[in-house]
T-cell receptor, first 113, second 110 residues
C-alpha cells in the first residue's frame, strides 16, 4: 500500500534562513506528488504539485520542490523563510489512475524572529 | 467565488447524539472527500465519492455515514457509534488529481 512519510514533526528556523522539509513516499509507481500548507484552524492550500517532466517544481509563495525518483523523495524548499510561513505543511501522493490521495502526518514549522 | 463551503465552523455534540457536517461546492467537481485530522496524524480518509449517488469507504469509515444526492453536496454524519469523534473534519473536492479544501469543521463532544 502507498504511504507518505514526513520524518520531521516540528522544525524551527530563523527568519531569513533557508528551509527544507522532507517527504518520502512508498509506492509501486511514480505517483502524483503534492505539498499543501495549513494555517491553524484552516483548510489546506496547495503549494505545488508534480505530475511529470521537470523534476524541480516551482510553487506559490516562493516555494519549490524537487522530485528524486531514486530516493522516492519530494522535498520542499525555500531559500529565505518569512515569519508568515509559520504553518503546518503536508506532503501528499495520489496514484495516476485513481483518486486515492494519501497525506503525510505533517511538519509544523516555527519561524524565530 | 468558486470553492468549498463547510458549515458550521465549530460544532458541539453530546455523547450519544448523531450530528451532520455540511459540505457544499460550486466548482462542478465530480469527486468529493471527507478527511479527519487529529494532531500528529495528518489527514485520514473517511469517505469519498466520485459521482452522484455513489460513495466508498475510506480508511476510517466506522461510525460515519455519507450521502451524495447532488453533485454540489456531500454531507457527513457522525453517528453515536463513532467512539472518539472529537476532531477537525475537512471536506475536499478534486479535479485532475488536485484537491481543493474547505475551511474545516471542528467537532467537540461534550
Amino acid at each position: 500500500a502507498q504511504s507518505v512519510t514526513q520524518p520531521d514533526i516540528h522544525i524551527t528556523v530563523s527568519e531569513g534562513a533557508s528551509l527544507e522539509l522532507r517527504c518520502n513516499y512508498s509506492y509501486g509507481a511514480t505517483p502524483y506528488l503534492f505539498w499543501y500548507v495549513q494555517s491553524p484552524g484552516q483548510g489546506l492550500q496547495l503549494l505545488l504539485k508534480y505530475f511529470s517532466g521537470d523534476t524541480l517544481v516551482q510553487g506559490i509563495k516562493g516555494f519549490e520542490a524537487e522530485f528524486k525518483r531514486s530516493q522516492s523523495s519530494f522535498n520542499l524548499r525555500k531559500p529565505s523563510v518569512h515569519w508568515s510561513d509559520a504553518a503546518e505543511y503536508f506532503c501528499a501522493v495520489a496514484p495516476w489512475n485513481n483518486n486515492d490521495m494519501r497525506f503525510g502526518a505533517g511538519t509544523r514549522l516555527t519561524v524565530k524572529p | 467565488d468558486g470553492g468549498i463551503t463547510q458549515s458550521p465552523k465549530y460544532l458541539f455534540r453530546k455523547e450519544g447524539q448523531n450530528v451532520t457536517l455540511s459540505c457544499e461546492q460550486n466548482l462542478n467537481h465530480d469527486a468529493m472527500y471527507w478527511y479527519r485530522q487529529d494532531p500528529g496524524q495528518g489527514l485520514r480518509l473517511i469517505y469519498y465519492s466520485q459521482i452522484v449517488n455513489d460513495f466508498q469507504k475510506g480508511d476510517i469509515a466506522e461510525g460515519y455515514s455519507v450521502s451524495r444526492e447532488k453533485k454540489e453536496s456531500f454531507p457527513l454524519t457522525v453517528t453515536s457509534a463513532q467512539k472518539n469523534p472529537t476532531a477537525f473534519y475537512l471536506c475536499a473536492s478534486e479535479r485532475g488529481q488536485e484537491a481543493f479544501f474547505g475551511q474545516g469543521t471542528r467537532l467537540t463532544v461534550v
